[in-house]
């Protein structure tokens, strides 16, 4: 399933011809039945036996949305320039209620990430990791205040309509439905006493390196592990992309 949904966007980005769109609406709402089906069938009778299944689950939601490859170049993993062709010719196109989609998808990965069993997130299960990492850190950059006290705005903005968790565990809320659609409330991820809200991106980052660290409790970080690790951290100092400026970090190679 991971493959068709990286064959549909694979085709969407290759033919940019006006007749693509109502049929590439529709491939992509039958991907969407497809993986609810797969999600109904396979992934919750063994979400608690095997978390890793809705771990990958997620994230091939999640590149339904955004597609991964190009979230890493747009973070800047092929340079400056490559980064700024990203923007130009898909960041600055994105549907805003698909990235909403996908950065519910990514809180979601997050939350299932603290269910994997201690020195298990390896592999690909991390990786899943990285690229909720790099959606949540898409969605900030693309949707960050432009006003110097934009902060203060979405605070006072989420005591008026409530902050919900992206990482809340079961079925999709009214609060989310409306996020999604229209873009209504202040969506976080669950941070101890207070939320963690997206356009704190050091926050946010330091969240996937505690879910990381501590799946490690008793046993060396593996280099999988650490080289995320350092690119949380990357993604965590990398200031905000307005307009056609591009990020001034590079993420560590692999």
Not at 58 to 78: D, I, W
Not at 100 to 129: E, V, Y
Not at 222 to 237: E, R, V
Request: aromatic share 8%.
């Amino acid at each position: 399933m991971s493959l068709m949904v990286a064959d549909c966007n694979r085709t969407r980005h290759s033919l940019q011809r006006p007749w693509t769109g109502l049929l590439f609406q529709s491939w992509q709402r039958e991907l969407e039945q497809e993986l609810d089906q797969f999600n109904i069938a396979i992934v919750e009778p063994l979400h608690g036996s095997v978390p890793a299944v809705s771990l990958i689950h997620q994230a091939a939601c999640l590149s339904l949305y955004l597609p991964l490859g190009k979230l890493e170049r747009y973070a800047g993993k092929e340079g400056e320039k490559r980064s700024a062709d990203v923007y130009e010719l898909f960041i600055q196109h994105i549907n805003p209620s698909h990235l909403r989609q996908a950065a519910w998808h990514a809180g979601q990965i997050l939350r299932i990430a603290r269910c994997i069993p201690p020195g298990l997130l390896t592999g690909f299960c991390a990786t899943c990791l990285y690229f909720a990492a790099l959606a949540l850190w898409t969605y900030s950059t693309v949707t960050a205040p432009e006003e110097s006290s934009g902060r203060e705005l979405r605070t006072e903005s989420a005591l008026q309509h409530g902050t919900f968790f992206l990482d809340g565990e079961g079925s999709p809320s009214g609060a989310l439905r409306r996020f999604v659609i229209s873009g209504q409330g202040i969506p976080a991820l669950s941070s101890g006493s207070s939320p963690a809200y997206l356009d704190n991106q050091a926050a946010v980052m330091r969240l996937f390196q505690q879910v990381l660290r501590s799946n490690y409790p008793s046993q060396a970080i593996p280099q999988q592990a650490q080289t995320l690790y350092h690119a949380f951290s990357a993604l965590g100092s990398i200031r905000r992309v307005k307009e056609c400026e591009v990020p001034s970090k590079k993420l560590p190679p692999e």
